[in-house]
Nanobody, 115 residues
Framework: QVQLVESGGGLVPPGGSLRLSCAGSGGIASFNVMGWYRQAPGKQRELVATITSGGITTFAKAVKDRFTISRDNAKNAVYLQMNSLKPEDTAVYYC?????????WGQGTQVTVSS
């Protein structure tokens, strides 16, 4: 059973940076897509960024040029480097892994951008 555990959230002032990490375990296939979604209060969960096991990335328009995504396939880990954070980036960030027959989610980590 795939398990995903996020870390790295917190409170940061506008313009600051945070790095989120997600470690996966249990039944992870070689070919998969890992990524990050977020959900702000009162809003739907939305895509932030994804990266395939081959390194192909996608980004939401709102975060492109500010966020970067990377992964370590040997550790089944994915990272989200968030720079130039804005108050509208405040949300619970969820790690996700998609592979054949499976779509797994982490428990989420809170990111708050406020002065």
């Amino acid at each position: 059973q795939v398990q995903l555990v996020e870390s790295g959230g917190g409170l940061v002032p506008p313009g600051g940076s945070l790095r989120l990490s997600c470690a996966g375990s249990g039944g992870i296939a070689s070919f998969n897509v890992m990524g990050w979604y977020r959900q702000a209060p009162g809003k739907q969960r939305e895509l932030v960024a994804t990266i395939t096991s081959g390194g192909i990335t996608t980004f939401a328009k709102a975060v492109k040029d500010r966020f970067t995504i990377s992964r370590d396939n040997a550790k089944n880990a994915v990272y989200l480097q968030m720079n130039s954070l804005k108050p509208e980036d405040t949300a619970v960030y969820y790690c996700t892994l998609q592979q054949l027959g499976l779509n797994a989610w982490g428990q989420g980590t809170q990111v708050t951008v406020s002065s």
